[in-house]
């Protein structure tokens, strides 16, 4: 069992300290009952309050180089950091499948080519046989003609040597031949009848009607209309052969396009970045082989906190140094993200910068200041001044004609042990420094 005794000495103790400290936390009066307190002069300065961000350096332009058809690379002529302009060969690759297509293709364009050779070497012929019918067809009928003119005088001479053998004038062997010799122009005359109606076949004007071509009056032009209806099968001869020409061509222009994209070219001047592949190995179409980075425009790419990014904007200024190097530069904010990313909830921004001498390399260390919306004139005070926190409000004492008084403004940031108000007070004022909570507001105080 506890001895009472020993409790109440505890309980003696415990109310002695609490004495004590109560004592220690009131304001220090003076003989003449004054509290005595310390100030600050609040003053207002400009201030440049920057955002320390890292990140890394990255480029403005990377070109991703992609197999454009697959193949087999037999050549490789750059390597990982190797530095290229524009319309450098950097690989070539092979593929047999398109060597293959590429013969073929050119001996389609050589029996294409054959083909329009003999379409046009055969309207030629037909231009000459239709020239040679019509020539003969001519003929025939002006040997028609003649016949029948012939036919016509032996039948007359035929009916006079009748009346001359009747009355006995010629004997009647002499009238028999001249009977036989009008029979055999009449024979003659059918012959070259049919012979003629044969050789018009295709060469009438009912001809044209039937092609659905008006004669033409004039002689001349409708032989002429006559001259292409007959040579209208081996002109569309000749049409099909051209398009068969055409087509192959085509197709070897096509197989050309695509053995031509074996060979890989710089789409830039810069730096070969990343290289996927080896000699040998093979590329499948669409694949990237290679990234060309341009070394002429670099940027610093560092993070910003949600709270921290809404201070700055597009044109601050910024400090930027790469450690690795030695070097600081001096520029602006060119891009801040729109939006957060969604795992670390910070926001990208970039800053470019100057690569004299290509010595900036991808993936550097960047330290970045950047300066805020929050630079400007600002009064700082010590935290230690601060009577306590009303939300973002700082509240103080501050004496005025020798009594104390309180104050609730606004702060604008936190740096340092201090904070930062750019409005409620005045310059010059006196804000009491390490307020006693034993002080209140009106009651009269000495400045020491």
Do not use: W
Request: with cysteine.
């Amino acid at each position: 069992m506890k001895n009472k005794n020993t409790d109440g000495l505890a309980f003696a103790l415990a109310a002695i300290a609490a004495l004590l400290a109560l004592s220690a936390c009131s304001p220090k009066k003076q003989d003449d009952g004054l509290v005595e307190v310390k100030t600050i002069s609040a003053k207002k300065t400009e201030r440049s309050v920057r955002l320390d961000a890292y990140g890394s350096v990255t480029y403005k332009k990377k070109n991703d180089v992609t197999a454009l058809v697959d193949g087999t690379i037999y050549e490789l002529n750059v390597q990982e950091g190797s530095e290229v302009n524009e319309g450098d060969i950097l690989l070539r690759m092979k593929n047999i499948q398109h060597e293959i297509q590429k013969t073929e293709c050119l001996n389609q364009l050589n029996s294409a080519r054959a083909k329009l050779r003999a379409a046009k070497n055969n309207l030629t012929e037909q231009e000459r046989q239709v020239q040679g019918r019509m020539a003969s067809l001519e003929n025939s009928r002006a040997s028609l003609a003649q016949k029948k003119v012939e036919f016509a005088l032996a039948k007359k001479n035929l009916e006079k040597n009748r009346a001359l053998l009747e009355a006995g004038g010629i004997s009647s062997s002499a009238f028999e031949k001249m009977t036989l010799e009008a029979q055999a122009l009449e024979t003659e005359i059918g012959i070259l009848e049919k012979e003629a109606a044969a050789s018009e076949l295709g060469f009438r004007s009912e001809d044209l009607f039937l092609a659905g071509i008006e004669p033409s009056e004039d002689l001349e032009e409708r032989k002429k209309q006559l001259a292409d209806l007959n040579l209208q099968t081996a002109k569309i001869e000749i049409e099909l052969a051209e398009a068969a020409l055409q087509n192959a061509e085509q197709s070897l222009n096509s197989i050309n396009s695509i053995i031509e994209n074996l060979t890989v070219r710089s789409p830039a001047k810069g730096l070969v970045g990343v290289l996927n592949f080896e000699c040998g190995e093979r590329v499948a179409q669409n694949e990237k082989i290679l990234t060309v980075i341009d070394m002429e425009e670099p940027y610093a790419l560092v993070y910003a906190q949600e709270k921290d990014a809404q201070k700055i904007q597009v044109g601050s200024p910024a400090l930027v140094e790469i450690e690795s190097l030695g070097e600081k530069q001096k520029g602006q904010v060119s891009f801040i993200s729109p939006m957060a990313d969604l795992e670390t909830g910070n926001f990208s921004v970039k800053i470019p910068l100057q690569n004299v001498g290509k010595k900036i390399r991808l993936g550097m260390f960047a330290q970045c200041s950047i300066e805020t919306s929050l630079s400007g004139f600002f009064f700082a005070l010590p935290k230690s001044a601060v009577l306590f926190m009303n939300g973002n409000n700082a509240v103080f004492f501050c004496v005025q004609n020798g009594y104390v008084l309180k104050k609730e403004c606004p702060v604008e940031m936190e740096r340092d042990g201090k904070i930062f108000i750019s409005s409620g007070l005045e310059d010059g004022e006196k804000i009491v420094e390490n307020p006693s909570g034993g002080l209140k507001e009106g009651e009269r105080v000495k400045v020491i």
